[in-house]
């Protein structure tokens, strides 16, 4: 099955600077590799997509880029605020597949004022 | 935000009681899920459905059983809660793969086995 690793566990950065995550998957077949944030007490919230189709994809300060050869992608949070300190967990999966996603374990991101 | 409802949303259980925890949804998707959540495990895929009566086991299915006998209802069932089951539980929900993969999730349940 497929295996998503994602690093690093823990990020601390200053507001204003930037954050960049990176995951890895082992499955060649899996096409779809969302993002999610989590907040405390809350549930996991789809921030950022990319599918297996395109390289690179950016929402505002939010972008990911997807290395399909080297099985790996990565959220980039440029100009970070206090506001995007969360969890983030990236997710990998074929559509095909009824949706069921692998998980990264997740990354602890906290932005210091 | 989807509409997903958990419930309850905080759970203290003794060992060996059954629990059933409901996901209860507004949006007439077709494909639900139940993750579990533990430190330094990011989220599990308990059990799955693509439909009503039609159901699958994920990566993590021992322990658990699952029911969904009308599209807005997904029930997990831990017939004999065990220590190890103490968890916080996500319902997601997600249009048919292939057109609309994105999930939504609920607030998530929290359960503790004493």
């Given at each position: 099955?497929?295996?998503?690793?994602?690093?690093?566990?823990?990020?601390?950065v200053?507001?204003?600077?930037?954050?960049?995550?990176?995951?890895?998957?082992?499955?060649?077949?899996?096409?779809?590799?969302?993002?999610y944030?989590?907040?405390?007490?809350?549930?996991?919230?789809?921030?950022?997509?990319?599918?297996?189709?395109v390289?690179?994809?950016?929402?505002?300060?939010?972008?990911?880029?997807?290395?399909?050869?080297?099985?790996?992608?990565s959220?980039?949070?440029?100009e970070?605020?206090?506001?995007?300190?969360?969890?983030?967990?990236?997710?990998?999966?074929?559509?095909?597949?009824?949706?069921?996603?692998?998980?990264?374990?997740?990354?602890?991101?906290?932005?210091?004022? | 935000?989807?509409?997903?409802?958990?419930?309850?949303?905080?759970?203290?259980?003794?060992?060996?009681?059954?629990?059933?925890?409901?996901?209860?949804?507004?949006?007439?998707?077709?494909?639900?899920?139940?993750?579990?959540?533990?430190?330094?495990?990011?989220?599990?895929?308990?059990?799955?459905?693509?439909?009503?009566?039609?159901?699958?086991?994920?990566?993590?299915?021992?322990?658990?059983?699952?029911?969904?006998?009308?599209?807005?209802?997904?029930?997990?069932?831990?017939?004999?809660?065990?220590?190890?089951?103490?968890?916080?539980?996500?319902?997601?929900?997600?249009?048919?793969?292939?057109?609309?993969?994105?999930?939504?999730?609920?607030?998530?349940?929290?359960?503790?086995?004493?």
């Open positions: 099955g497929e295996n998503v690793e994602q690093h690093p566990s823990t990020l601390s200053q507001e204003g600077d930037s954050a960049v995550i990176k995951c890895t998957y082992s499955d060649s077949a899996s096409n779809y590799f969302p993002w944030k989590q907040e405390l007490g809350k549930g996991p919230q789809l921030i950022i997509d990319i599918r297996s189709n390289g690179e994809k950016k929402d505002q300060r939010i972008a990911v880029t997807l290395n399909k050869t080297a099985k790996h992608f959220l980039h949070i440029t970070t605020q206090p506001e995007d300190s969360a969890v983030y967990f990236c997710a990998a999966l074929k559509s095909a597949n009824a949706g069921k996603s692998t998980f990264g374990d997740g990354t602890t991101l906290t932005v210091k004022p | 935000d989807a509409g997903i409802t958990q419930s309850p949303r905080h759970k203290v259980t003794e060992t060996g009681t059954p629990v059933t925890l409901r996901c209860h949804q507004t949006e007439n998707h077709r494909y639900m899920y139940w993750y579990r959540q533990d430190p330094g495990h990011g989220l599990r895929l308990i059990h799955y459905s693509y439909g009503v009566k039609d159901t699958d086991k994920g990566e993590v299915s021992d322990g658990y059983s699952v029911s969904r006998s009308k599209t807005e209802d997904f029930l997990l069932t831990l017939e004999s809660a065990t220590s190890s089951q103490t968890s916080v539980y996500f319902c997601a929900i997600s249009e048919s793969p292939g057109k609309d993969t994105e999930a939504f999730f609920g607030q998530g349940t929290r359960l503790t086995v004493v």
